[in-house]
């Protein structure tokens, strides 16, 4: 069961999650009230509204995002090199300990 933390680029909230291996970190983070994930869609990866910025020493263990999500997040006001959608982000044993942070806006 992976740990997880989430911390809101506005304001420096934290929230640390115990989570299932298998489910997404958007899931994760709704199921959990997490705020700042709208995910509209869902977890199709069709709408970018579940942005976030994943911790630069955790990148090289993510499976590489698709085209398709690359295609999102290109044209994000807030895109950085780490940032992934997190519907397309799934948890595993080997991602205990990741560490993301919830851009200030979806928009």
Sequence with gaps: MPKITCINDYDGSRWELN?????????????????????ECGGSCSCATCHVYVDESWLGKLEEATQEEKDLIE?????????RLSCQVLLTDELDGLTLRIPESQE
């Design 19 to 39: 989570v299932d291996s298998g489910c997404s970190v958007m899931e994760a983070t709704v199921n959990n009230n997490v705020p700042g994930i709208v995910a």
């Design 75 to 83: 044209f994000l006001d807030g895109a950085r090199s780490n940032s």
